[in-house]
């Protein structure tokens, strides 16, 4: 039993996507920090683990709860990611609620930036989804507001360096990125979004315009990193991507589920060049 209740609440974190919060928190902090001891810190360490888990229950937790018309008919709902059922009412309701209570202590231990940031993500992570403001709902802002999954890192690089902020084109070009990632795994929902009554960017664009936003974006977005390290050549990868999509050497589909692959490789690599320069 309690295995099985375990087993329910890590599907609704979705495991293939964890990385995308606690990720960027350590990267974030990495680059900013002076010394690798404070990665041994109390604050560090619970705030890493509140973006492991609790946060990812928050975000998706409340993804579930109100997206279930779209949600029955999207085919990948229930096959690779939890299918919100009424029986999971209670465990929903008590896993929002405790992951909410874990980030309080959070708002006593971080400056006034890293503070502002944190209030930001919590506000996102909520109206993304819930009503009224339901940012998913609303084409562009849907994207635009896809700003929450770098917050992690602007929150730990403030943190780690008393209030200060990355260079304005680490945060342009990380924006870009998270609002094309946001647009490109839309696409494979527009059918089930559509029949569903939700006008996301990609319904609205369609598949072939959203390919090519996606396309503009990730490329601006490279372009950006690449003038800021010629490391960030690695990020072409993601303009690439799409134009496979559109001349049909890739499975947009197949592609979406492997996306969490990608990014988990091409993070490690940037774990790795934050550490050693």
């Known amino acids: ?27 974030g902090y990495l680059a900013g920090v002076d010394s690798y001891s404070k990665l041994f810190s109390f604050d ?19 993804n579930d709860l109100f997206d279930q018309a779209t949600d029955r008919i999207n085919k990948k709902k229930g096959q690779y990611e939890n299918l919100f059922s009424s029986n999971q009412l209670k465990l929903y309701t008590v896993g929002i609620v405790v992951s909410s209570i ?27 989804s819930a009503p009224p403001l339901r940012f998913k709902a609303r084409p562009f802002l849907d994207f635009f507001s896809n700003v929450l999954y770098i917050f992690p890192g602007l929150l730990a690089f403030a943190q780690s360096t008393s209030g200060r902020l990355p260079d304005a084109i680490i945060i342009a070009s990380s924006w870009l990125w998270a609002s094309a990632m946001h647009l490109f795994s ?19 664009l369609g598949r072939k ?9 990730w490329s601006a977005s490279s372009f ?25 050497k890739l499975s947009l589909e197949k592609t979406y589920w492997r996306f969490s692959f990608i990014n988990l490789l091409l993070g490690f690599l940037l774990f790795w060049y934050v550490a050693l320069t």
């Open 186 to 204: 839309a696409i494979p929902d527009i059918e089930a979004d559509k029949t569903a009554g939700i006008q996301t960017s990609a319904v609205f």
């Open 224 to 248: 950006l990193m690449i003038s800021y390290s010629s490391f960030f050549i690695i990020s072409f990868f993601y303009p690439a991507i799409v134009l496979g999509v559109v001349f049909n």
């Open 102 to 128: 874990l980030a309080v202590p959070i708002l006593f231990t971080l400056n006034t930036v890293a503070l502002l940031i944190f209030l930001a993500f919590l506000f996102l992570a909520v109206f993304y």
């Open 1 to 27: 039993m309690i295995l099985n209740k375990l087993k329910a609440i890590l599907m609704i974190t979705r495991p293939r996507f964890l990385v995308y919060l606690f990720g960027p928190y350590l990267v």
């Open 209 to 217: 315009k959203s390919l090519v936003l996606c396309f503009l974006m």
């Open 44 to 62: 560090f360490i619970y705030i890493f683990i509140f973006f492991m888990l609790p946060a990812n229950f928050i975000l998706y937790g409340l």
